[in-house]
């Protein structure tokens, strides 16, 4: 794929029914002052997240790149283990989104680390506080997934329209400042009806391979067989990595206990949990969550008054 020229938006033209794959929907919106729990230390993430810095300022790291933004400015980072560290008075517009093909490889695979003025896209910003001021009204105490929030028809679409308005203008300011969006490539429509289902399911039910098989029509063995082709993975992988993705998220992000989170996952019981999560992540859940903030606390030790 080409790269677009500097200021000039990437504009290929590729059929409607493949841009119909892309998943793209809002995860979480919060706007106002970051919370003590959240100023520092380490989150992880596969998906995608934007912050725009209303106050003060925040340092972040990912590997060997850094970023000091202040106010009036937007970030887009890298995903992955990141490092902040937020000034105490910091306010923010954090949005975090999904954008990625059925695959799981995600719209921009290059290039995130973009940070540029707010006045240099001032619809980005009245975008995210339209969408923030809906949320906040209809989903005051979301701190996690808002995907699993129930609602009405309403708003679902009104989500919909206010988030599509916000994405449209997000990805407008990437690729004018030089990334390229990927592409998806041809996939069997079997197999796309299959991710669909597992995407509208949710994690929380066990994947039923034999009756999505039979959904759209295949054998267990053919079903198997292609999907690994064309995803690199069984549909249990890939299921997990969904499951996963969601686990580290919500622990990270959500007030509830672990115990909670596990139930939410449609795991039976805590033990069985925590054994998953650690044959994922190499540490228990609890251990996973307090490390978020001592990971922080070691490498800075607290001021002197």
Not at 94 to 108: D, H, I, K
Not at 130 to 159: I, Q, Y
Not at 205 to 234: D, K, M, N, T, Y
Request: charged share 25%.
């Amino acid at each position: 794929m080409r790269a677009s020229a500097a200021g000039q938006p990437f504009m290929e033209k590729i059929p409607f029914t493949e841009w119909a794959n892309l998943h793209s929907h809002l995860i979480w919106i919060y706007e106002g002052e970051v919370q003590p729990q959240w100023k520092h230390g380490v989150t992880t993430s596969a998906h995608m997240a934007a912050w725009l810095v209303l106050k003060g300022e925040v340092e972040v790291r990912i590997g060997d790149q850094a970023w000091k933004v202040s106010a009036g400015q937007w970030l887009f980072p890298p995903s992955g283990d990141l490092w902040r560290n937020f000034s105490d008075d910091a306010r923010i517009i954090s949005v975090r989104f999904r954008a990625s093909w059925p695959t799981g490889e995600p719209l921009f695979r290059e290039g995130l680390g973009v940070m540029f003025p707010s006045s240099e896209c001032p619809e980005l910003e009245r975008a995210a506080r339209a969408l923030s001021r809906f949320v906040g009204a209809r989903f005051p105490k979301v701190f996690s997934f808002l995907v699993d929030e129930p609602t009405t028809l309403a708003e679902h679409l009104r989500l919909q329209a206010l988030f599509a308005r916000w994405f449209d203008v997000a990805v407008s300011a990437l690729t004018e400042r030089g990334l390229v969006p990927s592409r998806m490539g041809r996939i069997d429509p079997r197999l796309l009806k299959a991710v669909s289902l597992v995407e509208q399911r949710g994690v929380a039910a066990p994947l039923a391979e034999r009756e999505l098989a039979r959904e759209i029509g295949l054998s267990v063995s053919q079903f198997a067989r292609l999907f690994a082709r064309q995803f690199g993975a069984s549909p249990h992988s890939y299921f997990e990595r969904r499951r996963h993705e969601q686990a580290v998220a919500t622990l990270q992000s959500s007030p509830y206990t672990v115990k909670e989170i596990a139930f939410q996952l449609g795991f039976s019981s805590l033990p069985h949990f925590s054994a998953w999560f650690r044959r994922h992540q190499g540490v228990s859940p609890r251990e996973f969550r307090a490390s978020r903030t001592r990971e922080f606390g070691a490498a800075h030790p607290p001021r002197a008054k």
